[in-house]
C-alpha cells in the first residue's frame, strides 16, 4: 500500500525539516511578560503584512476570532455575518457563550461574500428596542464557500456598508495569503478596511500551532488582555512564533503549488459522473455526491488510500496543502478513478 493522501484539511500539515530546525534554534522568554524576543519579531513582522499597527499571537484561529469578538463588541451587541461562515459554524458557540452577543446570519453569495443591501437593511435604527449592530464579519478566502476568494470590490462594497453605520469590520483571513497569492496583491491590501484581521499560521503556511490577531495599537492591548482571559496567554512560546517567521518567509509564494495542485484534483473529479465539483480559486475543493452516498464515498476514497471530510449532507470536502506534491494530486486523481471502477462494478 503505498502512502495515505490526506486531504482532510491544510490544518494536517506538517513542520518541514527546515522549520523545525528553525523551531529549536528559536531564542525564548517568558511571552506573558512580553519576553520572548522571537515572538515580539513575528509580531512585528505580522503587523506589517496585515498594514495594521500591532499584532497578538493566540494558539488558534477561534481564539483569535473570539478576541476579535470580544474587543469590537459590548456584551448585548448584535455582529453581522455570513452563514456560511466559520465563526457561525464552527466554533462552538463562543460568540453567545463568551462574547455575549446575538448574531445575525445572511445569506452568503458564490464568493462568499454578503449583499451590501441585505447588510444595510439588517443594520437596525436607534431605538430603545434593538440590540446595537456593532460588528460585521467577513471571512478571506471563504472556507464553506470551497476557498472562494471574496474579490476586492465586494470586500470594499461591505466595508463602506460597516463604515456607514459606524460599525466595526473583522475579517477571518485565516486562509488570507491564499487570498492575496490568488489576486496576486498584498494581504494589507485585502484588510485595508478592516479594523481587526486574524490569520492562520496552522494551515496552508504549514506550521504546527498558531493564528494571530492584528489591528490598531489600542484594540491589540485589549486583546492581550483578553488572550490571557481565555487562557492564552504562553510562555516560551517563540518556539512556536520562530515557525510562523519561518513560514512567512518561505511558504507564501509557495501557495500558488496548492491552488494549482486543487485545480488538477477537481479537473479529475469533474470527469467522474459521481460528483458536481468547485473550479477551485485556492486551495479547497468541495465536491457534490451526485451518484451514491457521502458515507459510501468517504468509504471507498479511504480504502483507495485518499482521506477527505464530510462537508455538508451530500458534500465532501479536500484540501491541497505543503504536503501534497503534483505527483500526489496527480495520484489522488488515479485513486478516485479506481474507487469509481470498484464501485460501479
Ligand atoms: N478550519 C478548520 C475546521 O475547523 C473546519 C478546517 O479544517 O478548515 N477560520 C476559518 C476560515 C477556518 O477555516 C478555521 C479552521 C478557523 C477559523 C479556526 O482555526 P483553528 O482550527 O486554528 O481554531
Not at 498558531?210 to 490598531?216: E, Q, T, W
Request: glycine share 8%; charged share 25%; net charge negative.
Amino acid at each position: 500500500m503505498t502512502a495515505v493522501i490526506d486531504l482532510r484539511s491544510d490544518t494536517v500539515s506538517k513542520p518541514t525539516p527546515a522549520m523545525r530546525r528553525a523551531m529549536a534554534e528559536a531564542e525564548v522568554g517568558d511571552d506573558v511578560f512580553g519576553d520572548d524576543p522571537t515572538v515580539n519579531r513575528l509580531e512585528q513582522m505580522a503587523a506589517e503584512r496585515m498594514g495594521k499597527e500591532a499584532a497578538v499571537f493566540v494558539p488558534s484561529g477561534t481564539m483569535a476570532n473570539l478576541i476579535a469578538l470580544l474587543v469590537n463588541t459590548r456584551p448585548g451587541d448584535e455582529v453581522l455575518l455570513g452563514d456560511q461562515c466559520h465563526i457561525f459554524n464552527y466554533e462552538g458557540a463562543g460568540s453567545a457563550r463568551i462574547a455575549n452577543v446575538q448574531v445575525h446570519a445572511l445569506a452568503n453569495g458564490a464568493t462568499g461574500g454578503l449583499d451590501p443591501a441585505a447588510v444595510e437593511s439588517a443594520v437596525r435604527g436607534p431605538n430603545i428596542h434593538t440590540p446595537v449592530d456593532s460588528l460585521l464579519c467577513l471571512e478571506n478566502t471563504h472556507n464553506r464557500c470551497g476557498g472562494a476568494v471574496l474579490p476586492l470590490r465586494e470586500m470594499d462594497a461591505l466595508t463602506a456598508v460597516a463604515r456607514r453605520h459606524g460599525m466595526r469590520v473583522h475579517l477571518d483571513g485565516a486562509r488570507i495569503f491564499n487570498a492575496a497569492v490568488a489576486l496576486e496583491t498584498e494581504p494589507a491590501r485585502i484588510a485595508r478596511d478592516c479594523d481587526t484581521v486574524s490569520f492562520c499560521l496552522s494551515k496552508g503556511l504549514g506550521c504546527p500551532v498558531g493564528s494571530l490577531i492584528c489591528g490598531d495599537r489600542a484594540s491589540m492591548e485589549l486583546a492581550r488582555r483578553h488572550r490571557k482571559m481565555l487562557g492564552g496567554g504562553m510562555r516560551q512560546v517563540g518556539i512556536l512564533a520562530a515557525a510562523g517567521l519561518y513560514a512567512l518567509e518561505h511558504h507564501v509564494e509557495r501557495l500558488a503549488d496548492d491552488h494549482d495542485n486543487a485545480r488538477r484534483i477537481a479537473d479529475g473529479l469533474a470527469k467522474l459522473g459521481p460528483f458536481a465539483v468547485n473550479a477551485p480559486q485556492t486551495n479547497i475543493i468541495v465536491a457534490d455526491i451526485v451518484e451514491g452516498t457521502l458515507e459510501g464515498w468517504l468509504d471507498a476514497l479511504k480504502e483507495q488510500g485518499v482521506l477527505a471530510v464530510p462537508f455538508g449532507p451530500q458534500r465532501l470536502r479536500m484540501v491541497t496543502h505543503i504536503n501534497i506534491s503534483r505527483a500526489d494530486a496527480e495520484e489522488t486523481v488515479r485513486r478516485v478513478q479506481r474507487a469509481a471502477a470498484a464501485r460501479a462494478a
